[in-house]
């Protein structure tokens, strides 16, 4: 099986999780920066395609909603896992899940993540900070990384490689 990760990440800490994924999955797997890449990518020759990104103020980045949008139908006839890591808890956790993924894959998926997140002020521009100290209240880095939610989502899509037709029922 094999199985390409497409990721954005801000700060690093998507390609953290994205990393820590690659490393322990049971098959063989591609990553591909979205933001970085200036290839187009060959989806047909991967059976499974995770899509992992970052949100920041209620949206993913542009070029990862452009590359779902164009290649949403390519998608559908792939096992897919969406894995999202933002700092919000909760039911507004689950809300930026069901904003940055588009129904149609949110249904399709065979494994969902929310892997928390960091506010990584010490890598933001100055703008950037101003309106997070404005918005969070905070000048310093935090982090609400959520291991044992990187840890399902692995397991679920390890589970896929052994049993092709199940289904994830985590919620999100």
């Known amino acids: 099986m094999s199985v390409l990760i497409i990721y954005s990440t801000t700060h690093g800490t998507t390609e ?6 690659a490393n322990q999955l049971s098959s063989v797997t591609d990553l591909v920066n979205i933001i970085k890449t200036k290839k187009t990518l060959d989806l047909t020759m991967y059976d499974t395609v995770i899509i992992a990104t970052s949100i920041h103020m209620g949206s993913i980045p542009k070029k990862m909603t452009q590359f779902l949008s164009v290649n949403e139908n390519v998608l559908l006839t792939k096992k897919i896992g969406l894995f999202l890591s933002c700092m919000r ?4 956790r689950q809300a930026q899940f069901r904003a940055a993924f588009p129904e149609t894959l949110r ?31 905070t000048t310093t880095d ?12 692995i397991k679920e899509l ?9 289904k994830s029922s985590t919620k999100a």
């Open 16 to 21: 953290k999780a994205v990393y820590q994924m």
């Open 89 to 92: 808890e909760g039911e507004e």
């Open 107 to 137: 249904n399709h998926a065979v494994a969902k993540g929310l892997g928390g997140g960091e506010l990584l002020i010490s890598k933001m521009t100055l703008l950037q900070k101003m309106i997070i100290k404005k918005v969070e209240g």
């Open 142 to 153: 935090r982090s609400a990384l959520d291991k044992q939610a990187l840890d399902l989502f």
């Open 158 to 166: 390890n589970q896929v490689d052994s049993h092709p037709s199940s």
